[in-house]
């Protein structure tokens, strides 16, 4: 309430941060940074490898090992089945999921591949998004897939900065039931933004676990996500309707997990806050709701998500995973994909890795042929001094 009214009233005071330089601080500095170098410089498939390797292993442990040559969002979805597999009582083996995971994925591509404009197909029908909504989305998008996930008030406070916002006040410590978030506000726009991080940590994670159903709205919403949304609305009611009072519009944004807090939080502040409609912009958003009437109220409370091409998490439900591990347990053509993989890789060891190359057709052409069409030549005109 008072950075709020601070804010308002053009009095709010920047946060600071207090510089720790021992020795700790130095080498944990010096890791961090090491690791998010390497991630990012055009290194060998085998420095590659390592590390991701060792990036897997700090955030996933060692089921993380298993899964290397899985992509990291997908060990989550992984780990998902998993757990289905276990309560299903299906006692199919982690490393057959991993097995088969892979090269499934690896026959959809090909058949992607095979026929590119198979999507552009499937989503003919599908309405286009006009200009003003696209602009609101890569509004919203930096503070929920960026900012929201920095991990102190002032990296947050300056990354809000270079997209024309202030930090009013945020949480980035979560715990159970009790999401990361951040309240962001612009003068120009007259619009305060609230951005609930997605999962990022082990309270994040236990969040996603409470996936049972619970009675809201006329439907059913996932659990831990509607617990987190309550715990939101009775620690941010009152600074919010400070701000709409004030005349600022409310927006809710947030990505994956917070996308789902987010867009269930917009009903009830819909209600508590009197207004017609609370936008809200979901990017990844999970499946947190279901029930026509729930549904229909969500739509007509204005949220809006966005799902990238075939992203797993949206649609990460009981019912789609059960058919997913079904179609895992039927799928056998791996084990020889993987056969023909082992040999591939054995008989390149066997010549040390020798260069592959390709032998020239039987037959060449004399003369080199000109490309078709008319033939232009560019001269450089420019004159040196």
């Known amino acids: 309430m008072v950075r709020g009214a601070d804010f308002l009233t053009c009095r709010m005071h920047p946060y600071l941060e207090v510089i720790d330089d021992s020795a700790a601080a130095k080498v944990r500095r010096v890791g961090d940074g090491a690791l998010a170098l390497a991630k990012s410089l055009p290194l060998s498939a085998r420095a590659v490898a390592a590390v991701k390797g060792l990036d897997t292993v700090v955030r ?14 997908l060990l989550n979805m992984l780990l998902l089945l998993r757990r289905i597999a276990e309560q299903a009582c299906l006692g199919v083996p982690v490393h057959d999921l991993a097995g088969a995971l892979y090269y499934l994925m690896a026959r959809r591509r090909e058949e992607r591949g095979c026929d590119p404009l198979a999507e552009v197909a499937l989503h003919r029908d599908c309405a286009a998004a006009s200009s003003a909504e696209i602009d609101e989305l890569l509004e919203a998008a930096p503070l ?10 002032v990296g947050a406070q300056r990354q809000a900065r270079l ?40 309270s994040d ?14 439907g059913w919403a996932h659990a831990g996500m509607l617990s987190a949304a309550y715990w939101l609305l009775a620690e941010l009611q009152a600074p919010l309707q400070q701000l ?7 927006v809710l944004t947030g990505h994956s997990l917070g996308a789902g807090v987010a867009a269930l939080l917009s009903l009830l502040l819909r209600s508590r806050l009197r207004q017609p409609a609370v936008r809200c912009f979901g990017f990844a958003t999970p499946c947190c709701a279901c029930g026509e009437a729930l549904l229909s109220r969500l739509r007509e409370g ?10 797993a998490i949206p649609r990460a439900t009981v019912s789609s995973a059960l058919a997913l591990l079904s179609e895992l347990a039927a799928f056998q053509g791996w084990r020889d994909d ?10 390149r060891a066997k010549t040390l890795w020798r260069p592959q190359v390709r032998q020239p057709p039987e037959s060449l052409p004399s003369q080199p042929s000109a490309g078709p069409g008319r033939i232009v030549t ?4 420019r004159c040196e001094r």
């Open 205 to 218: 994670a236990m969040i996603d676990a409470q996936a049972h159903g619970q009675r809201f709205r006329g």
């Open 378 to 381: 560019i001269a450089d005109t």
């Open 244 to 250: 709409t009072a004030a005349g600022y519009e409310l």
């Open 302 to 311: 204005g949220v809006v998500s966005v799902v990238l091409r075939a992203d």
């Open 144 to 153: 929920a897939l960026r900012v929201a996930y920095e991990d102190s008030l």
């Open 60 to 73: 996933f442990g060692r089921l993380g090992v298993a899964g290397l040559l899985l992509r990291e969002d």
């Open 338 to 347: 993987a056969a023909q993989d082992w040999q591939s890789a054995v008989d």
């Open 163 to 202: 997209y024309g916002y202030e930090l009013v006040f945020a949480s980035l410590e979560a715990g159970r039931n009790k999401p990361a978030f951040g309240v962001y506000a612009s003068r120009a726009r007259r619009r305060v933004v609230l951005a609930v991080r997605g999962t990022h940590d082990l």
